[in-house]
């Protein structure tokens, strides 16, 4: 039998695989246990990434927490709890002057990040973020602020990208941060809102949040659904449409519906935006407060007598004893099927108890025009006036004018209200 012979050679490299497979087992333990700075770094690409290289080893952060590492072109933070990111350009030299991890933005919880809008770049920070673009610079926006941007979309809503970081308001009580195409203001007892726009530039005129308004309590709104926009303030609101222009309104009136017959030839939005638009020429603001169905059969159709101020009838006494959620000086309107004698509404109403009747076929300027009334206005024989004689069918000027005296006796009415 012969003898079974081994090549040597073969041996060695049998020795020499099994010295590899140790190699292989040594790097995967070198790389577990290796930083995530360094994992991080390696992941961009190392020093043939666009990093470059490192110019400081890693090292503990001032605040004895994280960790960091400085490259040629940015910097990688590492953060126990929120892991390793980097940080570079104008984002990495915004967060460097705010006092790096120190600061109240604390460590990065993002890579710098293109924005949804593909133009620009931001970083988020466990207290806040940055956000660059090529025309704003960086600014960092942060805490109740952040949030309302963040609710209305970022760089991509109205607002745009940030043009300041958020700052301490003149008056020394609250913060703001303007943006590109507004601000938003931020107070301990109002919380944070934007402002934009003409109401921007009203509101800035006036002085600001040390103006008579005080700090926003609302976003811009659409009024009662129409093209009329609007923002409230501590003392007061700013009012705009395309036709009453800007409006600071310090007055309002408070209004309570009440439906025995649901409108046919104009929403009640509709209605109320018209009133709303020509109040807003004597700086009232109109407050649509509640609605409420009334199942009335009798007084669909109320009679009114002549519909004198001062007189009414027994219907009327009837129909205006409905006032629930009531209050002060509210006022309130009754809708119905229609008044006898047949006229669009009657102002007319008991002492004690303010408001009017509208039937459901009425104009646009009906309300407005009953109101009007109510508050202390008489008829004029001018179809381009609010308070026409000849039915507001026949406005022609929409909207009605109100003249100066007619709007000082609406605010003096002791049932508007200063705000």
């Known amino acids: 039998m012969s ?54 080893p890693i090292t503990k952060c001032p605040d004895g927490v994280g960790s960091f590492q400085h490259y040629a072109n940015g910097s990688i ?36 990040t293109a924005t949804p809008d593909g133009i620009g770049r931001y970083n988020h920070f466990q207290g806040g973020s940055i956000y660059w673009s090529p025309s704003t610079g960086a600014w960092e926006v942060h805490g109740a602020i952040r949030a309302k941007y963040s609710s209305l979309g970022w760089e991509r809503s109205f607002l745009g990208y940030p043009l300041t970081n958020e700052m301490t308001c003149p008056d020394g009580i609250g913060r703001y941060n303007h943006f590109q195409g507004g601000s938003i203001y931020w107070s301990p007892s109002t919380g944070a809102w934007e402002v934009h726009g003409l109401i921007r530039e009203q509101w800035k005129a006036l002085g600001w949040e040390r103006s008579v308004l005080g700090y926003p309590t609302s976003d811009e709104l659409a009024v009662f659904g129409g093209t009329g926009r609007i923002s409230h303030f501590q003392r007061g609101s700013i009012y705009w449409s395309s ?19 649901n409108p046919t030839s104009f929403t009640l939005n509709q209605q109320f935006a018209a009133m709303q638009e020509v109040f807003a020429v004597a700086g009232i603001r109109v407050d649509w407060v509640t609605t409420e169905n009334l199942s009335l059969p009798t007084l669909t159709d109320v009679d009114v007598g002549g519909c004198f101020m001062g007189q009414t009838t027994a219907e009327q006494n009837s129909l205006f004893g409905n ?41 646009r300027w009906t309300l407005a025009h009953e109101f009007g009334h109510v508050l202390g206005l008489s008829h004029v024989s001018n179809n381009d006036r609010l308070m026409t004689g000849l039915g507001t069918f026949n406005i022609t000027n929409p909207p009605p004018d109100l003249i100066s005296s007619e709007s000082t006796t609406m605010r003096n009415s002791t049932l508007s209200t200063q705000l």
């Open 77 to 112: 933070y590492y953060h126990p709890s929120t892991g390793a990111h980097e940080v570079h350009g104008l984002i990495r030299a915004r967060w460097q002057s705010l006092g790096w991890e120190r600061s109240f933005l604390g460590y990065p919880i993002t890579d710098e």
């Open 3 to 56: 003898k079974l012979k081994i090549d040597p050679n073969l041996v060695l490299r049998e020795e020499q695989l099994v010295l590899s497979e140790h190699q292989i087992r040594s790097i995967q333990d070198l790389l577990k246990y290796q930083h995530p700075i360094t994992q991080k770094y390696l992941a961009l690409g190392g020093s043939g990434g666009w990093l470059g290289p490192n110019t400081t």
């Open 323 to 363: 006032r629930n959620f009531m209050g002060g000086n509210d006022l309130v309107v009754y809708y119905v099927r229609s008044t006898v004698p047949g006229y669009n509404g009657c102002a007319a109403h008991p002492a004690g108890r303010p408001g009017c009747v509208v039937v459901r076929s009425a104009s």
């Open 243 to 261: 036709t009453a222009g800007t409006r600071v309104l310090r007055e309002r009136v408070r209004i309570h519906v009440k439906i025995l017959e």
